[in-house]
C-alpha cells in the first residue's frame, strides 16, 4: 500500500510500483494503479500523461538501481578512471534494473498491440532500453577517441555484449527463481572482464 503522509504524486508511484510489480506493465490499469493509491483514476491523469509515463517515472523515482544516475556520470568519467572498473559499476546497476524491470515488461510481449502503443509512447518521451545501450557505447567511443579502448573495436557491440550479459542474468534469474551465484559485484566483475578483454590497447 501507498506510504501514508506522502504526497499525492508520491502515492500514485508507489500504488504503480506495486501494481506493476503484481501484474505486469500489460495487465496493470490506470484504473487499478489510482485505486491501490486511494485515488481517482481522472486524479492520476492530472499527474501523469498516460501509463507509460507513469512506468518512467516508476523506473527513474522508485527502482533501487542507481543506473540513470551512473550513465549521467559517464562524460565526466571518460579519461579519469579505469575501463573496466566503469564496466564493473555500470554492470553491477544495470543487474539490479533489469532485475526488477524485466517481470514488470514481459507481459508487454503477450500484448501485441499495447506493445506497440507503449513503444510509441517512449519514443514521444525520449526513453526505452536502447538509451542505456547508447550511452554505454558513446562512453566506450569517447575512450576510444582518448586511446584507452582499442582502435579497432566497434562501441555499440561492445556495449550489447555488456549489457546483453546482464540482462540474460537477470532473465534466468527470474526464469530459475534461483539468484545467480555470488554477489552483485562479484558478478558485475566478472561480466566487466569478460567484456573488457579485447577492448583495451595491448599495451593496457
Avoid: W
Avoid at 500484448?111 to 513503444?119: Q, Y
Wanted: charged share 25%; aromatic share 6%; with cysteine.
Amino acid at each position: 500500500m501507498p506510504r501514508t503522509g506522502s504526497s499525492t504524486r508520491d502515492r500514485m508511484l508507489d500504488a504503480a510500483y506495486t501494481v506493476m510489480r503484481t501484474r505486469g506493465l500489460a495487465r496493470a490499469t490506470t484504473k487499478e494503479i489510482a485505486r491501490e493509491a486511494g485515488f481517482s483514476e481522472a486524479a492520476l491523469y492530472k499527474h501523469f500523461e498516460d501509463k507509460t509515463a507513469l512506468f518512467v517515472a516508476v523506473l527513474v523515482e522508485r527502482l533501487p538501481s542507481r543506473l540513470g544516475r551512473r550513465l549521467d556520470e559517464l562524460p565526466a568519467r571518460v579519461g579519469t578512471a579505469d575501463v573496466e572498473e566503469v564496466l564493473a559499476e555500470i554492470a553491477a546497476d544495470a543487474l539490479a534494473f533489469y532485475r526488477e524491470t524485466f517481470p514488470m515488461g514481459a507481459s508487454l510481449f503477450s500484448e501485441p498491440a499495447v506493445l506497440a502503443a507503449h513503444r510509441d509512447a517512449l519514443g514521444r518521451l525520449g526513453a526505452g532500453p536502447h538509451v542505456v545501450v547508447d550511452a554505454v557505447a558513446a562512453y566506450l567511443a569517447a575512450e576510444q577517441d582518448a586511446g584507452r579502448v582499442a582502435g579497432a573495436v566497434d562501441p555499440r557491440p561492445a556495449a550489447l555484449l555488456l549489457l546483453g550479459a546482464c540482462q540474460m542474468t537477470a532473465f534466468l534469474e527470474s526464469f530459475t527463481g534461483d539468484p545467480a551465484p555470488g554477489d552483485d559485484a562479484a558478478t558485475a566483475a566478472g561480466l566487466a572482464r569478460a567484456a573488457v578483454h579485447g577492448l583495451l590497447p595491448r599495451n593496457s
